[in-house]
């Protein structure tokens, strides 16, 4: 069980205690210090040998999750965001989808939204599916780094976070996991994801760039089949225009110009 946390020292000891109170004890909890200068590390000395602690200069989400799958030695991996937490039959449900569903390599559960600390209810193009979840999250991320679990070997196959990405690579790593397996959804809700605060990823402006460099990625692999080429391609086309037309809102005309032709070279 992996934890990322930067700077959250106002609110991860509520995330880690939500791991340690599962009735689930079968694990290793490890949270992943990237580089915080408050008193987060104080914090996660006080947990003594409860809890795994990595610590490595600030280099983002990404690389946080990766050094913690890294140093992971379970055959099962899951995320909690620093921010969010577990119900107490989280874990349990999961391990136990892995077993009645042995061919299954990733699963999520369904999640409660709070938002400012009130509860609020997901709008409708975010509702989760499960199976093949491809064409239906190419607009936008339908797995939440917090609900999900997954067999390590699968790192190995589609590979790890790209540290490159300073946001949406969630939905980078998504895209490259469910284009080729399903992505099993457990439909009980089991986290809970908080946001509303200064210091979420998802508040960074112009998420959609990321996305199209996600998406620029996928279309040149060799990973789609015709008909996800086809709707990636359609996605690229969307985002592309949008963001343009927002970059031409803001003055920013030779950003709007590049948006504009990346589309066009792709769908020539």
């Known amino acids: 069980m992996i934890i990322p946390t930067f ?5 991860v000891k509520e995330a880690i205690d939500s791991v340690l109170e599962q009735d689930f004890s079968d694990y290793e909890l490890i949270v992943v210090d990237d580089g915080s200068d408050d008193n987060t590390p104080a914090i996660l000395r006080a947990y003594g040998k409860k809890i795994t602690v990595l610590h490595q200069p600030n280099k983002g989400v990404s690389a946080a999750r ?26 349990s449900a999961q391990v136990k989808f892995f077993k009645d569903h042995p061919d299954a390599v990733v699963n999520q559960t369904q999640e409660h939204w709070i ?34 679990m997954i067999q390590k070997s699968l790192f190995g196959t589609v590979g790890v976070f790209d540290e490159d990405l300073p946001a949406c690579e969630d939905y980078d790593l998504w895209l490259r996991i469910s284009c080729r397996y399903p992505v099993y959804l457990i439909e009980t809700a089991l986290i809970i994801k908080r946001g509303g605060h200064d210091d979420q990823l998802s508040k960074v402006m112009g998420l959609d760039k990321y996305r199209i460099q996600s998406l620029v990625k996928i279309i040149d692999g060799d990973l789609l089949t015709p008909r996800q080429y086809q709707a990636a391609l359609i ?34």
């Open 7 to 11: 700077n959250r020292g106002w609110i």
């Open 66 to 91: 990766n050094h913690g799958i890294a140093a992971a030695s379970g055959r099962l991996i899951a995320f909690l965001d620093s921010d969010d937490l577990w119900l107490p039959r989280k874990l």
């Open 115 to 148: 938002r400012d600390g009130v509860r609020v209810n997901p709008k409708k193009k975010h509702h989760k599916f499960s199976g093949m979840i491809f064409e239906k999250s190419l607009a936008l991320c339908l797995v939440s780094p917090s609900a999900v």
């Open 235 to 268: 996605t690229l086309k969307e985002k592309c225009e949008v963001y343009a037309g927002g970059c031409r809102k803001r003055g920013r005309e030779e950003e709007a110009k590049y948006y504009h032709q990346l589309a066009e070279k792709y769908l020539r």
